[in-house]
């Protein structure tokens, strides 16, 4: 995630003198061309999806960063509180699609790959099988109403696979603070309806085709070491 | 509304329920007159009628709102998601607990004062998806005339204001939504108000006027990411200001919305 500094001072009053820094964020780019994982996903919705959407998020989490942050300084604490929605809201599309594109790569790259290795066998532990697993997810995807995402997260606590849903852009870890997301699949609308329109359990089924396993592996044996 | 009919050993009933009620009660029936035609596959048996919610067709042709919402969005709007929330409440009525109830009844009901029901999110969404095609029409748009634009300029200021008011709310919501011009029953005035899902005025008692739905398949298809496009359009082209006109006068039964002008002899 790349990072900008913007470095405000506030004025130098001889009691109180300090630096007071506002870390911005900028739209991550992706790790692949916008047609590379079709025809599971089309590219003019990675397209719209990473360079509206996605920006979209990150420039109004600046904009919401911003208004917090005078806030905060002038004390203004119900200010504060009503930034937080859209604090969620935008930080957390921000945070869920900037996993979201880790978490999908193409076919040529090990797309659809089945996980091997300690994540393998904890899948296999956990659900039965991988298939059980993908099933589940599915199933849970479909039947969100409304928009959200559904997650295979790590309990860190528990030493668990668990597959969460959140709603809108709730980040996972307001389902529970030891979850560590490993994959992460957007079922809002926008991320299949021009390819698939109201059929979302035909983009749940052909996702799996680009799934990154390499990438939910390195974090799973990174957070349960 | 789907009437079927069900054999029930216990009571009688010879007659065809009335269009507007979902409820058949036992004392409306009277053996005695044959001015029913209705045929009785097993005479002497008795016969309960159950009736489930069926789509209701928009009143326009499917293409009839072109350019601003294709034919294509209208096809799968209604005929996909509408439709599946239909045939979810009915499957849910089986063994509700709110069968019988008219869908306002049950929106307001299954609300159940934030906790939701069940049944809520799908009555709530056939309900609304219904009002949504009627506040609708094609060549709609432009400007209410009349005592509609009166009220809109006495709460709003001006049509201008009210347009930057509901075009703000739609464009305000975080995730899908609605956004509704309602009339307060208490304050006796129109207001602009986004919702979150499913839910719509009815549930804090106040009078819808006119809903726009604001989840992505109501406009992915024809304007992508563009959302200010397309409240734009709805505003400027689609919105059915008859329509307005006769919920306006139906809500006048149940708010007085000022002293009836009583011409001077």
Redesign the interface.
């Known amino acids: 995630m790349a990072l900008r500094s913007v470095v405000s001072r506030k004025t130098l009053a001889p009691a109180l003198r300090h630096y007071r820094s506002l870390t911005t964020f900028t739209l991550p780019d992706l790790p692949y061309d916008y047609g590379a994982l079709e025809p599971a996903i089309s590219g003019e919705i990675m397209r719209?999806h990473h360079q509206?959407?996605h920006q979209?998020y990150v420039t109004n989490y600046n904009k919401a960063l911003e208004q917090l942050d005078a806030a905060v300084s002038k004390g203004d604490a119900k200010g504060v509180v009503q930034l937080q929605?859209?604090l969620k809201?935008n930080g957390g599309g921000h945070v869920n699609h900037s996993i979201f594109w880790q978490n999908l790569k193409p076919v040529s790259e090990g797309g659809g790959e089945p996980p091997h290795g300690a994540l393998g066998w904890a899948i296999d532990k956990d659900f039965g099988s991988l298939e059980a697993l993908v099933k589940k997810i599915n199933s849970e995807g479909a039947a969100l109403?409304?928009?959200g995402w559904v997650w295979l997260a790590l309990d860190k606590e528990q030493k668990i696979l668990k597959v969460e849903t959140t709603?809108?852009?709730d980040p996972l870890v307001t389902k529970g603070v030891s979850l560590v997301p490993l994959l992460g699949v957007d079922v809002?609308?926008?991320a299949y309806?021009?390819q698939y329109?109201?059929v979302r359990p035909d983009y749940l089924a052909n996702i799996w085709n680009v799934i990154n396993w390499k990438y939910a592996s390195e974090v799973y044996e990174k957070e349960s070491a | 509304m789907v009437l079927q009919l069900v054999m029930a050993p216990n009571w009688c009933g010879c007659g065809v329920a009335s269009a507007n009620s979902t409820k058949i009660s036992t004392n409306a029936f009277k053996m005695s007159s044959n001015r029913f035609n209705f045929s009785k596959p097993y005479p002497g048996r008795a016969y309960r009628v159950t009736a489930y919610y069926s789509l209701t067709t928009p009143p326009y042709e499917l293409d009839a709102l072109e350019p601003y919402m294709s034919k294509r969005t209208v096809e799968?709007h209604w005929g996909?998601?509408h439709n599946?929330h239909v045939e979810r409440l009915n499957k849910h009525l089986k063994t509700s607990a709110f069968y019988g109830h008219t869908l306002e009844e049950m929106v307001k009901a299954t609300y159940n004062n934030g906790s939701p029901l069940v049944e809520f999110?799908d009555s709530s969404s056939v309900w609304s998806h219904d009002f949504f095609w009627e506040s609708m029409q094609p060549n709609g748009g432009s400007m209410p005339k009349g005592g509609v634009l009166d009220q809109i300029e006495k709460d709003f200021g001006t049509f201008t204001n009210f347009k930057d008011e509901f075009t703000f709310a739609a464009l305000s919501i975080?995730?899908?939504g609605w956004v509704w011009l309602y009339l307060k029953k208490n304050e006796r005035k129109l207001a602009v108000a986004p919702t979150q899902?499913a839910i719509s005025p009815l549930v804090w008692g106040d009078i819808p006027i006119i809903g726009l739905d604001m989840?992505?398949?109501a406009y992915?298809?024809d304007y992508?990411?563009d959302r200010s496009a397309y409240v734009n359009n709805f505003l400027d082209h689609l919105v059915s200001w008859h329509s307005v006109m006769v919920r306006m006068m139906r809500a006048e039964a149940f708010v007085n919305l000022g002293e009836p002008k009583i011409p001077v002899a």
Do not use: V
């Open positions: 719209l509206k959407h979209t929605s859209a809201f109403q409304g928009s709603p809108n852009q809002w609308e926008h309806y021009l329109k109201n | 799968i996909k998601h599946e999110n975080f995730g899908p899902n989840w992505e398949h992915y298809l992508k990411d």
